[in-house]
């Protein structure tokens, strides 16, 4: 999660923030955690954010597989974005996200 994205979270007061390089560790850690709300990228190496969304949903273990997801990306293709919706995300934005945008999509995520 870059900086800039950091920032903004811990300026609209959300402070509890851990971030990982790629999918792959944030699976792994994910799983310890237990978060209530996932922010990812789509672009990521070696695991990027579609396969750890997709291999997030598909886990045994409810709470994991229902944890929910939004997509801050700078791609906005369309065939990005219709890959991405069907996995159940809570939002997909692209950046940088407006602050109020940002925390407003994530008050929805955490309160549906």
Known sequence: ?????MSSLRRIGILDLY???DGTAALRE?????PDLILTDIHM???GGIEFVRRLRSS???QLSNIKVIFLSADSTPATV??????????????PPALGALATKIEQALRD
């Open 30 to 34: 994910v799983v310890k955690l237990k």
């Open 45 to 47: 190496k070696p695991m």
């Open 1 to 5: 999660m870059s900086t800039f994205i």
């Open 82 to 95: 219709g890959e991405v919706l069907p996995l159940g995300v809570a939002g997909y934005m692209v950046k």
């Open 19 to 21: 971030a990982f390089e």
């Open 60 to 62: 045994s273990n409810n």
